[in-house]
């Protein structure tokens, strides 16, 4: 098979594991309040745990002001300020999408190690596709929350193992009788995007409503994107009862351009000729979701309160895939029903101030997907995968003394797996497959967290812990798990839908400075995994990687040198080595050994102008498939993002430059399993333009 095939297909593979909008299910509001504040905002490194509470960890706070102020076009790019976060993008980097986030260093299955949290409500789906978090108003959005390491494990269960990202929205509650907000904004590419939200509050009763929608070219042919997003939710709040509705639906239609061709054995370089152009002229991915939960917060008695939610979200998939070695196409149904009742206990124990956060957490998903060479043809393999999953947690921090806090949690979750595959002998393009082994599996995890925090002065503090956790084999790899064919004689070769968990062990310690206008936090971290999950290029299967080990230190830093002028920066060493194995000590591919940020906010007039600047750096990283490290480098490269805005009575508008010195640049790359020195590279744009002005009702 020739090196080309190679990248093509583990092109296809990346993008069937490619981030479909999962639909998330959250309340959107404005706050045009929050925008008035003539200082700068504090960038607050110094929490010590998420809104729930995990001591220990390494926890960075992104505000809303930040949010709102930054250059940065995407949330991807707004949390890689963030000392450790590193990106990677397939698709020419348009408003975000296939942009994944990876919290140290998991490179290729970073989405499947990295936890999505909507209001500490996991929503991370059963499948590969990692959350979109273009279909997150940055407007809705009162902070994120980023906690590193796999701590997270014992409060939210699966794919915690590299962090957390809890994204809590603006309520609404309390907020004016009626309030409305639209903004627009044009940019490069032909990039057109609209919004509007609005807020309704009569006593203890409360709405929001928020659509928005994005049309684009994309950088590069192939690249077309239609996205369009609709989310509404009614409260009520009163003294000692809440409860919610959500409902919510999505739309997008995303060209796939595929990769651009370097091969000096044949004097091609598709990035020097063509750096735009597409292999893949006529793939596309659509997706369509429809979404809702409900729940409510009762306060059984002083300092007791029972919390229960549950949703059902659906999720329609369909893509196609154009080529002359045969085409294929996929059309899948993932539909997910949960219930997470839990409790919050905040009484004192022998005399010291607890929190116990104890609950059950229950999820059911169904996986059908329809796989042959075109959409609404015969299919040549059916999947129906069914998973189940009951876990029960609890954890508890504790007061030891007034400067002193301490917590251990575990979680226990019990797993019942059933998968089939069937295989149509007469479908077109069937020229022999055969069907996977079916499997029935129940199986049994855990998590543990113990973490430690103690303020030494009122301006420095340590903070260390240790935590193991857990990640299952989601439907994709399952599906995709055993060779399909003799690498050899291409016969066909039955999978077998088995893989085994992935487990990890990790330990951090670290510092906290708050002085005045000075913040600092800095941690040093060792993580140690097993049966790590991969995808093998050269069978095109999932498989379990020898041992593997992570470790470095991450510090950021923010600096207010006068009420207008605020300063901010981080740097982390992040590395991802085979432990074990034929590839012992070298390098785990896609992962930078040094990522660094930088950035001003300047507010030159009472915001009615306000500058700000940021800056991205990260180290080579090896491509994909590059296990060996015997094939080239990713290079390392840095870009830098201005903006200029400001804020007139009910007025504000933005002009923003992303990339401002049209560095050509790309930060994923598979290499070819046969040739040395071929590589497919997706490469992202260069200088672009974004204006966007806005009215507050």
């Given at each position: 098979?020739?090196?080309?095939?190679?990248?093509?297909?583990?092109?296809?593979?990346?993008?069937?594991?490619?981030?479909?909008?999962?639909?998330?299910?959250?309340?959107?509001?404005?706050?045009?309040?929050?925008?008035?504040?003539?200082?700068?905002?504090?960038?607050?490194?110094?929490?010590?745990?998420?809104?729930?509470?995990?001591?220990?960890?390494?926890?960075?706070?992104?505000?809303?002001?930040?949010?709102?102020?930054?250059?940065?076009?995407?949330?991807?790019?707004?949390?890689?300020?963030?000392?450790?976060?590193?990106?990677?993008?397939?698709?020419?980097?348009?408003?975000?999408?296939?942009?994944?986030?990876?919290?140290?260093?998991?490179?290729?299955?970073?989405?499947?190690?990295?936890?999505?949290?909507?209001?500490?409500?996991?929503?991370?789906?059963?499948?590969?596709?990692?959350?979109?978090?273009?279909?997150?108003?940055?407007?809705?959005?009162?902070?994120?929350?980023?906690?590193?390491?796999?701590?997270?494990?014992?409060?939210?269960?699966?794919?915690?193992?590299?962090?957390?990202?809890?994204?809590?929205?603006?309520?609404?509650?309390?907020?004016?009788?009626?309030?409305?907000?639209?903004?627009?904004?044009?940019?490069?590419?032909?990039?057109?995007?609209?919004?509007?939200?609005?807020?309704?509050?009569?006593?203890?009763?409360?709405?929001?409503?928020?659509?928005?929608?994005?049309?684009?070219?994309?950088?590069?042919?192939?690249?077309?994107?239609?996205?369009?997003?609709?989310?509404?939710?009614?409260?009520?709040?009163?003294?000692?009862?809440?409860?919610?509705?959500?409902?919510?639906?999505?739309?997008?239609?995303?060209?796939?351009?595929?990769?651009?061709?370097?091969?000096?054995?044949?004097?091609?370089?598709?990035?020097?000729?063509?750096?735009?152009?597409?292999?893949?002229?006529?793939?596309?991915?659509?997706?369509?979701?429809?979404?809702?939960?409900?729940?409510?917060?009762?306060?059984?008695?002083?300092?007791?309160?029972?919390?229960?939610?549950?949703?059902?979200?659906?999720?329609?998939?369909?893509?196609?895939?154009?080529?002359?070695?045969?085409?294929?196409?996929?059309?899948?149904?993932?539909?997910?029903?949960?219930?997470?009742?839990?409790?919050?206990?905040?009484?004192?124990?022998?005399?010291?101030?607890?929190?116990?956060?104890?609950?059950?957490?229950?999820?059911?998903?169904?996986?059908?997907?329809?796989?042959?060479?075109?959409?609404?043809?015969?299919?040549?393999?059916?999947?129906?995968?069914?998973?189940?999953?009951?876990?029960?947690?609890?954890?508890?921090?504790?007061?030891?003394?007034?400067?002193?806090?301490?917590?251990?949690?575990?979680?226990?979750?019990?797993?019942?797996?059933?998968?089939?595959?069937?295989?149509?002998?007469?479908?077109?393009?069937?020229?022999?497959?055969?069907?996977?082994?079916?499997?029935?599996?129940?199986?049994?995890?855990?998590?543990?967290?113990?973490?430690?925090?103690?303020?030494?002065?009122?301006?420095?503090?340590?903070?260390?812990?240790?935590?193991?956790?857990?990640?299952?084999?989601?439907?994709?790899?399952?599906?995709?798990?055993?060779?399909?064919?003799?690498?050899?004689?291409?016969?066909?070769?039955?999978?077998?839908?088995?893989?085994?968990?992935?487990?990890?062990?990790?330990?951090?310690?670290?510092?906290?400075?708050?002085?005045?206008?000075?913040?600092?936090?800095?941690?040093?971290?060792?993580?140690?995994?097993?049966?790590?999950?991969?995808?093998?290029?050269?069978?095109?299967?999932?498989?379990?990687?020898?041992?593997?080990?992570?470790?470095?230190?991450?510090?950021?830093?923010?600096?207010?040198?006068?009420?207008?002028?605020?300063?901010?920066?981080?740097?982390?060493?992040?590395?991802?080595?085979?432990?074990?194995?034929?590839?012992?000590?070298?390098?785990?591919?896609?992962?930078?050994?040094?990522?660094?940020?930088?950035?001003?906010?300047?507010n030159i007039w009472q915001n009615y102008l306000v500058l700000d600047a940021t800056a991205r750096y990260w180290s080579e990283r090896r491509m994909d498939n590059d296990s060996a490290n015997t094939r080239p480098v990713i290079p390392a490269n840095a870009t830098v993002d201005l903006k200029l805005s400001g804020i007139y009575d009910r007025y504000f508008w933005s002009a923003s430059v992303n990339n401002l010195f049209d560095v050509k640049y790309y930060d994923y790359a598979v290499a070819s399993t046969f040739t040395p020195g071929r590589f497919n590279a997706y490469p992202l744009p260069g200088r672009s333009f974004l204006v966007k002005a806005g009215l507050n009702f």
């Amino acid at each position: 098979m020739s090196s080309f095939v190679s990248a093509t297909r583990r092109s296809r593979a990346l993008l069937l594991a490619s981030s479909f909008l999962p639909g998330c299910l959250v309340a959107f509001t404005t706050d045009a309040s929050a925008q008035r504040a003539d200082t700068l905002p504090t960038i607050d490194v110094t929490a010590s745990r998420l809104s729930d509470g995990i001591t220990g960890t390494a926890t960075s706070i992104i505000t809303a002001d930040d949010i709102r102020r930054s250059p940065a076009t995407t949330i991807q790019e707004i949390i890689a300020q963030v000392p450790g976060v590193q990106l990677s993008s397939l698709y020419g980097g348009v408003n975000g999408t296939g942009t994944s986030v990876d919290l140290r260093g998991f490179g290729a299955t970073a989405t499947s190690n990295t936890l999505l949290l909507i209001n500490g409500r996991r929503v991370n789906d059963l499948d590969l596709q990692g959350v979109d978090f273009s279909t997150i108003p940055r407007d809705s959005i009162e902070r994120i929350e980023v906690t590193r390491g796999n701590s997270g494990a014992v409060l939210y269960g699966d794919n915690a193992v590299g962090g957390v990202i809890n994204i809590v929205t603006k309520k609404g509650v309390g907020g004016p009788a009626s309030a409305m907000r639209v903004e627009a904004g044009a940019g490069s590419f032909a990039q057109r995007i609209g919004s509007v939200s609005a807020t309704t509050n009569t006593g203890p009763w409360s709405t929001s409503f928020f659509a928005n929608g994005i049309t684009s070219q994309g950088y590069r042919a192939n690249n077309e994107l239609k996205q369009g997003t609709a989310i509404g939710e009614v409260r009520y709040t009163d003294v000692d009862f809440s409860s919610f509705l959500n409902l919510s639906v999505d739309r997008r239609h995303l060209g796939l351009p595929g990769g651009r061709l370097v091969d000096p054995s044949i004097g091609v370089n598709q990035l020097l000729t063509d750096r735009r152009g597409t292999a893949t002229p006529f793939d596309f991915g659509d997706q369509q979701g429809a979404n809702a939960t409900a729940g409510f917060t009762k306060t059984l008695t002083n300092g007791v309160e029972l919390i229960v939610d549950g949703g059902v979200r659906n999720k329609q998939q369909q893509a196609v895939f154009f080529s002359s070695f045969g085409n294929s196409a996929i059309d899948s149904v993932l539909q997910t029903w949960s219930l997470t009742p839990r409790l919050r206990i905040t009484n004192p124990v022998f005399g010291l101030a607890s929190t116990i956060l104890t609950g059950i957490d229950y999820y059911d998903a169904a996986y059908g997907s329809n796989r042959g060479v075109a959409l609404g043809g015969t299919p040549i393999h059916v999947y129906d995968l069914r998973q189940r999953t009951v876990s029960g947690y609890f954890q508890q921090t504790l007061a030891l003394a007034p400067s002193t806090d301490f917590s251990y949690g575990g979680r226990i979750q019990g797993t019942n797996l059933s998968a089939r595959d069937t295989v149509n002998p007469n479908a077109p393009g069937n020229f022999g497959a055969a069907a996977s082994i079916p499997l029935d599996t129940n199986e049994t995890n855990h998590a543990l967290h113990v973490g430690l925090e103690h303020r030494l002065t009122d301006m420095f503090s340590v903070f260390a812990r240790a935590a193991s956790a857990y990640r299952t084999p989601n439907v994709d790899e399952r599906v995709s798990s055993g060779p399909s064919f003799d690498p050899v004689t291409f016969a066909s070769i039955p999978g077998n839908f088995t893989l085994k968990t992935q487990t990890s062990n990790d330990v951090e310690g670290g510092f906290r400075v708050k002085a005045g206008a000075l913040n600092v936090q800095s941690s040093v971290y060792s993580m140690n995994l097993t049966n790590e999950l991969q995808f093998d290029p050269v069978q095109f299967f999932n498989r379990n990687l020898d041992p593997t080990h992570r470790y470095g230190s991450e510090t950021s830093a923010d600096f207010r040198a006068t009420e207008t002028l605020l300063v901010r920066g981080g740097v982390a060493l992040t590395r991802a080595v085979f432990r074990d194995g034929p590839f012992a000590g070298r390098d785990v591919p896609l992962v930078s050994h040094f990522t660094a940020s930088a950035g001003v906010t300047w507010n030159i007039w009472q915001n009615y102008l306000v500058l700000d600047a940021t800056a991205r750096y990260w180290s080579e990283r090896r491509m994909d498939n590059d296990s060996a490290n015997t094939r080239p480098v990713i290079p390392a490269n840095a870009t830098v993002d201005l903006k200029l805005s400001g804020i007139y009575d009910r007025y504000f508008w933005s002009a923003s430059v992303n990339n401002l010195f049209d560095v050509k640049y790309y930060d994923y790359a598979v290499a070819s399993t046969f040739t040395p020195g071929r590589f497919n590279a997706y490469p992202l744009p260069g200088r672009s333009f974004l204006v966007k002005a806005g009215l507050n009702f």
